[in-house]
């Protein structure tokens, strides 16, 4: 059968124009169905957007109903360069007066010089034992301890051996070695700028009386003449400096710790001591986060209202609206969280039972508006119904915070009203999608057929022209003869 390598070639007719029109016609419903898939797909992403929106605000609201948050102390130090505080969930507002007279340290021994830190001094076996040297007193021109010295050992610590042998008994070996004991020793060479310079010092890592080093070692003679150490007999160590426990007074009551981070000297707290010196402390209320929560929530409050709007609202000029305009959903949203808002908490005669009588009122555009005044005054002076107003204790519902939470929880959890329109619209675009591709096939079929006919149609012509051009040469032979 004859071919033609374009359609209407053969037929001298406009046929592949008339196709793509016969095709563009059978298109318009995939299309509409497009335009159906974008539709939906916009409001999917407006719930999106909608559920981010209720997730903070849920953030929000969920920090308010935690009665911690109400109980919470802070402290201010009037001097801050004697100490600083940190304050716990325990701590109580009160006012302290602090006198640092001494701060903790770690105690340091030192060794004889030797004129190398390279050269072999002796092997055998080290322990470093910890604990508080009683009685005695130190020789200041010596360094050590005079007969009479006693020490108790710390029971919580375990002296654990230390083996110098050929590879390590240098004294740069030796320091070596008791660094990555972990002993709970620190170990350097200094060096003093005398014939027989290099000193090894040992720092205990730990401050405080507990921490004073005994140090015991078997061997060879050398090894125990450079680092035995026995504060109640044979010294070979210098002390520089001795370990001691802090000591200071909190509204005059001694107290003394090991370390100067001082832990619950008083109620709640931990004490950073930087220095000797004396300093006031007050601890007080912390309204100031208190402040920064309910401030955050209103933000957080109207965010959403503003989102809202946005996903609802009509542009004249377009004359289109937006992707939420008119949804069930958010409006149903909105009533209820705004219901919540507006239902007072239960409680006694004197207890606060409404937003507003803290200075967050809704307005008439639905978001709320905060007076700061009148909220600084709430909090400076009935903290406590200001936080039964938003927290409640542990088993019970009441209190904005709590309600609000569980309000959003409800409404986007896996059977919530939220949820559920999520899941219509991804069931429909599906549909969408689904409809879309059945279309597009019995497009595609459609098209073919006209094409098929169109091709038959245009070899049918062009066959036709070919016998009429035959028979017209026929005929003017035929005349041209008589």
Known sequence: MASISSLGVGSNLDLSTLLTQL??????PLVNLQSQQVSFTTKLSAYGTLKNSLTSL????????????????????????????????????????????RLAQSQSLVSAGQASAKTAIGTGTVKIEFGTITGGTLD????????????????????????????????????????????????????????????????????????????SVTGDAALQSLLGNDPTGTQNLRQSVAAQNAKLTVNGIDISSTSNVVKEAIQGTTLNLLKIGTSKLSMQ???????????????????????????TAYDADKKQGAALLGDA???????????????????GPDDMKVLSEIGVSLQKDGTLSMDSDKLSAALNNKLDGVSKLFASGEGSTAGYGKQLSALVDDLT??????????????????????????????????????????????????????????????????????
């Open 23 to 28: 095709q563009t016609a059978e298109s318009q």
């Open 58 to 101: 849920q953030a929000a609201a969920t920090k308010l109903s935690n009665p911690a948050l109400f109980q919470g102390v802070k402290g201010n130090v009037s001097a801050t360069d004697v100490l600083s505080v940190v304050a716990t969930g325990t701590a109580v507002a009160g006012d302290y007066a602090i006198d640092v007279t």
């Open 140 to 215: 200041p021109a010596t360094g050590t301890y005079n007969p009479g010295a006693g020490f108790t050992a710390d029971a919580t610590r375990t002296a654990l051996p230390i083996t110098i042998d050929a590879s390590n008994n240098t004294l740069e070996g030796i320091r070596d070695a008791i660094n990555s004991s972990k002993a709970g020793v620190s170990a350097s060479i200094v060096n003093d700028g005398s014939a027989t310079p290099n000193r090894l010092v040992l720092t205990s890592t730990q401050t405080g009386e507990t921490s004073s080093m005994s140090i």
């Open 285 to 311: 209320k912390d309204t100031a986060s208190v402040l920064s929560a309910i401030g955050d929530f209103v933000k957080a409050y109207n965010s959403l209202q503003n989102t809202a709007k946005s996903l």
């Open 329 to 347: 959903t958010l409006r149903n949203l909105q009533t209820r969280i705004r219901q919540a808002l507006n239902t007072p908490q239960s409680g």
């Open 413 to 482: 959890s896996t059977h919530g009203a939220l949820q559920a329109a999520t899941d219509g619209v991804n069931a429909t675009l599906k549909q969408l999608d689904e409809q879309y591709t059945k279309m597009q096939d019995h497009v595609t079929a459609t098209v073919d057929r006209y094409r098929a006919q169109f091709t038959q149609l245009d070899l049918l012509v062009s066959s036709m022209n070919n016998t009429m051009k035959y028979l017209t040469q026929q005929f003017d032979a035929m005349s041209s003869s008589d």
